[in-house]
């Protein structure tokens, strides 16, 4: 069955300073990526996704994700974070060929001025 | 593009009252999903429609859980007793229908409390 772990629970950066955040999945195939983030008070918004081809997708907001089949991972990076990017960041893994997607427990980012 | 409506945007509600949380998914989008969020579980899904069908109903923790779709821009949730434990943010998604591919968009979320 598929799963998706994101190791970092919390992480804090300095404003301006890089990012990337953690997340590694399980599947036996390869799945559809994608990279949530949530503000406080609001839903889940899209900033990216991976299906198939170049495996360096770029985002919304100057974010990018690079998918690496032999690490199973798909991490997020940003190369200077502004405090508007304090939010909680969610991975998930969509089975193809079903509507099912697996989230990650989250990242909760704290951008420090 | 208004994006996925959920109404109410908080509820709080006794223990053993209904509670009926609705969804208006985006135009054009075929499926839809019910989704809870908490703090010790995540996000997990409850129930998904397909052409307002609903297609797994897996997720939905007990009876006391029913979702229906009407029709193509309207689906409630309803909880009837509700309990404390039910208490959560639930959230609505909509994606177009292709296989597996289309990113999920969601509501702004119904925050149930449940005293």
């Known amino acids: 069955a598929q799963s998706v772990t994101q190791p970092d629970i919390h992480i804090t950066v300095s404003e301006g300073a890089s990012l990337e955040l953690r997340c590694n999945y399980s599947y036996g195939a390869t799945p559809y990526l994608f990279w949530y983030v949530q503000s406080p008070g609001q839903g889940l918004q899209l900033l990216l996704k991976y299906f198939s081809g170049d495996t360096l997708v770029q985002g919304i907001k100057g974010f990018e994700a690079e998918f690496k089949r032999s690490q199973s991972s798909f991490n997020l990076r940003k190369p200077s974070v502004h405090w508007s990017d304090a939010a909680e960041y969610f991975c998930a893994v969509g089975a193809r060929g079903t509507y099912k997607y697996i989230f990650g427990t989250g990242t909760r980012l704290k951008v420090l001025a | 593009d208004a994006g996925v409506i959920q109404s109410p945007r908080h509820e709080v509600t006794e223990m053993g009252q209904e509670v009926t949380l609705r969804c208006k998914p985006i135009?054009?989008?075929?499926?839809l999903f019910w989704y809870r969020q908490t703090m010790m579980r995540g996000l997990e899904l409850l129930i998904y429609?397909?052409?307002?069908?609903?297609?797994?109903d897996s997720g939905m923790p007990e009876d006391r859980f029913s979702a229906k779709m009407p029709n193509a821009s309207f689906s409630t949730l309803k909880i009837q007793p509700s309990e404390p434990r039910d208490s959560a943010v639930y959230f609505c998604?909509?994606?177009?229908?292709?296989?597996?591919?289309?990113?999920?968009?969601f509501g702004n979320g119904t925050r149930l409390t449940v005293t």
């Open positions: 135009s054009g989008h075929d499926y």
């Open positions: 998604a909509s994606s177009l229908a292709t296989g597996g591919d289309s990113p999920l968009h």
């Open positions: 429609f397909n052409n307002n069908v609903p297609i797994d």
